[in-house]
């Protein structure tokens, strides 16, 4: 008899089912897309600057990788996720809030050497370069010299004469929020009725107070004395006796404000930022200019944020660190009147019946002549000297 071998059977179905289960994928695509978040109230887009990471670089969790200009304030995009950027949106391109500018896949590997690690490299490469050249001279024998031979001299070849001065035209785009600036000064020029009025003030006594006390202050607060919290001081009681001036039209309607927010100046390399000092009227000298040296190191790095220059009832420009000796500034808008400050020169002045070399600086009030009579800006300004000219009374609230 035959044995009879039995195969089990093969079930198509059963086959499937095991090919399913037994594979494992290469890789796991994550893709991160990057969109654009909320840039402040009343932006809705922005202009993309210079990339910070290029596509196939390596980035990690919160690393700037582009900014965005708006037409206030410029704006750091990090990103969310660590990985390899794989797509990003051309610079110079205007991207609306909410959409894609960049896409990160957190499984790749990169392709490109960082900024930073690139320099390192470099100055590598040529030391091994080096070395090996060093090796292989030492290790060949050098033939002797053969004595060179004389050649003529080559006929001298006539130059072209150098060219005397520079005619050269250079045009560049100009950034939105310089654009932005130019609109808002020239729209207070056109809109409100712009009134300047002027007045010289003695500082001996405030450099004198400022002398002897500023490296206490510095020790104690950490944070320099400068004269710019005596006028945010002398300013901020000025407007609670003047409350015209810390105020505003609108349509029909005069709103006064019973808080004092002082809008800064401060330059930085894209153009000028004017963050606020809020409710400067309850602020110690240490807390302005604490606030102030805060303000003005976001906006040098660009980190000043649109709420960062929101509001402001009044606003303080201090030429006088350029060294101007006078000058008319213009209303920042929604504002009504703005402070300008200048350079601190000797002057001969009358002192009583006699004539002594003083440290004077001029100031200025433009403001707003809808809203604010000639009276009211006069005597806010003699207010601000009569402050800045005998300290005391800040300390006493005269």
Known sequence: ?????????????????????????HRTFAVIVEKVPSLGDSINDGKLMKWQKQIGEKVQVDDVIVAVETDKVVVDLRASQAGVLTWQV???????????????????????????????????????????????????????????????????IPTAPAKIGC????????????????????????????????NEIDMTNVMELRNRFKDDFAARHNVKLGFMSFFVKAASNALMKQPDVNG?????????????????????????????????????FAGVESAIAALGEKA???????????????????????????????????????????????????????VEIRPMMYVALTYDHRIIDGQQAVTFLKDIKSYIEDPSRLLLDL
């Open 248 to 284: 505003v039209i609108e349509g029909e309607q005069i709103v006064y404000r019973d808080y004092v927010d002082i809008s800064v100046a401060v330059a930085t390399p894209t153009g000028l930022v004017v963050p606020v000092l809020r409710n400067c009227e309850g602020m110690s």
């Open 167 to 198: 005619r050269d035209v250079r045009r560049v785009p100009m950034t939105r929020m310089r654009s932005t600036i130019a609109k808002r000064l020239k729209e207070a020029q056109n809109t409100y009725a712009l009134l300047t009025t002027f």
């Open 300 to 354: 040098r790095k660009g980190q000043i944020s649109l709420e960062d220059m929101s509001g402001g009832t009044f606003t303080i420009s201090n030429g006088g660190v350029y060294g101007s000796l006078m000058g008319t500034p213009i209303v920042n808008p929604p504002q009504s009147a703005i402070l300008g400050m200048h350079g601190i020169f000797k002057r001969p002045i009358a002192v009583g019946d006699k």
């Open 90 to 156: 051309p610079e110079g391109e205007t991207v609306i809030v909410g959409a894609e500018f960049a896409k990160i896949d957190t499984d790749a590997t990169p392709t490109v050497t960082s900024a930073a690690a690139a320099p390192a490299a470099a100055a590598a490469a040529p030391a091994a370069a080096n070395k090996a050249t060093t090796s292989a001279v030492s290790s060949t024998p050098v033939p002797a010299a053969k004595p060179a031979e004389k050649k003529p001299a080559a006929a001298a």
């Open 1 to 25: 008899m035959r044995a009879v071998v039995r195969l089990p059977r093969f079930h198509a179905a059963t086959a499937i089912s095991r090919a399913r289960t037994s594979f494992v994928p």
